[in-house]
């Protein structure tokens, strides 16, 4: 909770920005630390918990993540855009793991059945987003995509990034991300909809 003298330096959150803050940081005013851990604490747990399915390592990785956001604060190292640059750190530091060797996804794509679908069908992926948000199904389905679409996926659906923010926190041309997006929901579409009709087969055989 933000100190009364913490609270008369900092202007209310639905009318600063990012910007705004990191402005007044630079102009001295430290309170603002405490008002980005407000902001991104919630969504950047949520967004490594959804990377990696691990409750704990994704608390300790956003611990990580505040840690160096505070770091290179203190030295100086202020970003142009707050958002893209503090989820920039966090896929980072999923990759360090992942790249470690200490940690393995569980779910493999040979094990789902995950292919390119052929173009066709009525539903969309967002459709099927929207029906079975938090699904066990939706989380198998993006757990079995390719690391990089999954995070794709996650930062545009989940956390509702801008293509743009997208690119430029994966450090990819604008192109890219949307072809990658692309192939993400040709797999996820197909994958959905071979579930529904596997469900609708097993009521109808009852």
């Known amino acids: 909770m933000l100190s009364e003298k913490g609270e008369s330096q900092v202007n209310s959150r639905a009318v600063v920005t990012d910007e705004q803050l990191l402005e007044q940081y630079k102009q001295g005013n430290t309170a603002v630390l405490e008002l980005f851990v407000y902001r991104y604490h919630q969504t950047i747990y949520a967004y490594l918990y959804r990377l990696t399915s691990k409750r704990q390592l994704a608390e300790d990785l956003v611990q ?3 840690v160096r956001v505070f770091t290179a604060l203190q030295a100086g190292r202020l970003p142009e855009r707050f958002r893209p640059w503090i989820y ?3 896929t980072n530091l999923c990759r360090d793991v992942w790249k470690s060797g200490a940690y393995r996804y569980e779910v493999a794509a040979k094990d789902t059945g995950v292919y390119d679908a052929a173009d066709g069908g009525k539903d969309t992926v967002a459709s099927f987003l929207d029906k079975q948000y938090e699904r066990e199904a939706v989380i198998a389905a993006l757990g079995a995509l390719p690391e990089e679409e999954r995070q794709i996926v996650i930062l545009r659906f989940y956390e509702e990034l801008k293509l743009d923010e ?3 926190l994966l450090e990819l041309p604008l192109g890219t991300v949307k ?4 192939r993400a929901f040709r797999r996820l579409a197909h994958t959905l909809q071979k579930g529904e009709d596997q469900d609708e087969l097993h ?4």
Do not use: Q
């Not at 072809?179 to 692309?182: D, H, I, P, R, T």
């Not at 009521?203 to 009852?206: E, G, T």
């Open 88 to 90: 920039r750190i966090a």
């Open 64 to 66: 990580e993540c505040f």
């Open 179 to 182: 072809s990658k997006l692309y």
């Open 166 to 168: 997208i690119a430029e």
């Open 203 to 206: 009521i109808r055989s009852r």
